[in-house]
C-alpha cells in the first residue's frame, strides 16, 4: 500500500509556502516550530523528494514542491468540502462561513445584511474579508474563503455565480454644479468635465468606465482615488465629477454632503453576485444565503 501524505502535512507546507517562515507557519497552524519541521521532512520522506529550500535568509519551495502544494491545495480543499457537506446535512447555515466581499459593497451593503442575519440564521457566524476581486478569488480559490460578494462583469473563471440584483451606476457632483440641473447625464456631457475615479484593480472603476461607455479614461481623468469615499470628498470640494453605485447614495450624497446625484442615459448598471467553487459541497446552502441576502438588496433600493 502507498504511504500517502496526510493532510496535516499538506496543511504545513501550505503554510510554510504563504508565510514563507518556518517560525510563522507553526503559529498559523497552532503547532510548534519544531512540530511543523519533523512534519513537513516526513512528507519528504514519503514522497522521496525535496520540496523545501532551506536557508538562513529565507524559505523557499522548490519547482517540484510549488507542483506538489498546487494538488496540496485542492486535497484540502476537498477534505473540508467533505466535512461541510456533512455538517450541512445536520444543521444547513450554521457555524462559521468567510465571505470576500468587495469595499464599494461592503461598506454599502453588509450592514443592512447584519440587522437581520441573527433572525434568518441564528447558528450561522459570518466572517467577513474586505478586499479587492482579485485577492478576494486568489483567497477563494486556497480554501481561505467559503464564499464571496462581488460586482459583474467582471472575470471568475470556473467559479458558479448566483446574481442577487443590479445596482445602477450614477453621477456625483457638487448640489452647484451646472449638471446638477439635469435628470440623466449623457456621455458627452461627461467628456466636458474632470472625471475623479478608482484607480485600477478596482473593479468599479471598470464598471464606471462601461457606464460611460469607454473602454478607457479620456483625457478628462483628473484623478484615480483608493476609495469612493475620498473621491466624493474631493467632488464636494469642487475639483470634478465622479460615478458611484446606486447603493452608495443613502449613506454618501446626505443633506450635509453637498453632493448630489444623477442618473446617466441608459441607466448602465453593475450585478452584485455571490462566487463560490464549482463543485462546492455547501452550494445549496450557498443558494438559500444568497436568496437572503438578495430579499436585503431588494429593501435597500434608493430613489435618485
Same mark, same amino acid.
Request: proline share 5%; charged share 25%; net charge positive.
Given at each position: 500500500?502507498?504511504?500517502?501524505?496526510?493532510?496535516?502535512? #499538506?496543511?504545513?507546507?501550505?503554510?510554510?509556502?504563504?508565510?514563507?517562515?518556518?517560525?510563522?507557519?507553526?503559529?498559523?497552524?497552532?503547532?510548534? /516550530?519544531?512540530?511543523?519541521?519533523?512534519? %513537513? /521532512?516526513? #512528507?519528504?520522506?514519503?514522497?522521496?523528494?525535496?520540496?523545501?529550500?532551506? @536557508?538562513?535568509?529565507?524559505?523557499?519551495?522548490?519547482?517540484?514542491?510549488?507542483?506538489?502544494?498546487?494538488?496540496?491545495?485542492?486535497? %484540502?480543499? +476537498? =477534505?473540508?468540502?467533505?466535512?461541510?457537506?456533512?455538517?450541512? =446535512?445536520?444543521?444547513?447555515?450554521?457555524?462559521?462561513?468567510?465571505?470576500?466581499?468587495?469595499?464599494?459593497?461592503?461598506?454599502?451593503?453588509?450592514?443592512?445584511?447584519?440587522?437581520?442575519?441573527?433572525?434568518?440564521?441564528? !447558528?450561522?457566524?459570518?466572517?467577513?474579508?474586505?478586499?479587492?476581486?482579485?485577492?478576494?478569488?486568489?483567497?477563494? +480559490?486556497?480554501?481561505? %474563503?467559503?464564499?464571496?460578494?462581488?460586482?459583474?462583469?467582471?472575470?471568475?473563471?470556473?467559479?458558479?455565480?448566483?446574481?442577487?440584483?443590479?445596482?445602477?451606476?450614477?453621477?456625483?457632483?457638487?448640489?452647484?454644479?451646472?449638471?446638477?440641473?439635469?435628470?440623466?447625464?449623457?456621455?458627452?456631457?461627461?467628456?466636458?468635465?474632470?472625471? #475623479?475615479?478608482?484607480?485600477?484593480?478596482?473593479?468599479?472603476?471598470?464598471?464606471?468606465?462601461?457606464?460611460?461607455?469607454?473602454?478607457?479614461?479620456?483625457?478628462?481623468?483628473?484623478?484615480?482615488?483608493?476609495?469612493?469615499?475620498?473621491?466624493?470628498?474631493?467632488?464636494?470640494?469642487?475639483?470634478?465629477?465622479?460615478?458611484?453605485?446606486?447603493? =452608495?447614495?443613502?449613506?454618501?450624497?446626505?443633506?450635509?454632503?453637498?453632493?448630489?446625484?444623477?442618473?446617466?442615459?441608459? +441607466?448602465? @448598471?453593475?450585478?452584485? =453576485? #455571490?462566487?463560490?467553487?464549482?463543485?462546492?459541497?455547501?452550494?445549496?446552502?450557498? !443558494? @438559500?444565503?444568497?436568496?437572503?441576502?438578495?430579499?436585503?438588496? +431588494?429593501?435597500?433600493? @434608493?430613489?435618485?
Amino acid at each position: 500500500m502507498t504511504n500517502l501524505p496526510s493532510l496535516q502535512q #499538506l496543511r504545513f507546507l501550505a503554510a510554510l509556502a504563504e508565510h514563507q517562515h518556518f517560525s510563522r507557519a507553526a503559529t498559523a497552524c497552532h503547532v510548534t /516550530q519544531s512540530t511543523l519541521s519533523a512534519g %513537513l /521532512q516526513e #512528507l519528504e520522506q514519503r514522497l522521496g523528494v525535496s520540496l523545501v529550500e532551506r @536557508s538562513h535568509r529565507r524559505v523557499l519551495l522548490t519547482p517540484l514542491g510549488g507542483e506538489i502544494l498546487v494538488r496540496g491545495r485542492r486535497l %484540502l480543499r +476537498d =477534505a473540508e468540502d467533505l466535512t461541510e457537506l456533512a455538517r450541512a =446535512a445536520r444543521e444547513p447555515l450554521s457555524g462559521p462561513l468567510r465571505l470576500g466581499v468587495i469595499p464599494t459593497i461592503g461598506a454599502y451593503f453588509i450592514p443592512a445584511v447584519m440587522r437581520g442575519l441573527a433572525a434568518a440564521f441564528p !447558528r450561522l457566524k459570518l466572517y467577513l474579508r474586505e478586499e479587492q476581486s482579485d485577492p478576494l478569488l486568489e483567497k477563494l +480559490d486556497r480554501g481561505q %474563503l467559503d464564499l464571496l460578494l462581488i460586482a459583474l462583469p467582471y472575470d471568475t473563471g470556473e467559479l458558479e455565480t448566483m446574481a442577487l440584483g443590479e445596482d445602477h451606476i450614477l453621477a456625483a457632483m457638487p448640489a452647484r454644479h451646472r449638471l446638477a440641473r439635469s435628470r440623466q447625464i449623457g456621455r458627452e456631457e461627461l467628456s466636458r468635465e474632470p472625471l #475623479l475615479l478608482m484607480e485600477d484593480g478596482h473593479c468599479l472603476r471598470s464598471h464606471a468606465l462601461r457606464a460611460c461607455r469607454l473602454g478607457k479614461a479620456g483625457d478628462n481623468e483628473e484623478f484615480q482615488g483608493t476609495s469612493l469615499r475620498t473621491l466624493l470628498q474631493m467632488t464636494a470640494g469642487g475639483l470634478g465629477v465622479t460615478l458611484l453605485p446606486e447603493m =452608495a447614495v443613502a449613506s454618501e450624497i446626505t443633506p450635509g454632503s453637498g453632493l448630489v446625484a444623477r442618473r446617466l442615459v441608459g +441607466d448602465p @448598471s453593475r450585478s452584485i =453576485a #455571490l462566487a463560490w467553487r464549482r463543485g462546492c459541497a455547501r452550494k445549496q446552502e450557498f !443558494r @438559500s444565503f444568497g436568496r437572503y441576502l438578495k430579499s436585503v438588496l +431588494d429593501g435597500t433600493k @434608493s430613489p435618485v
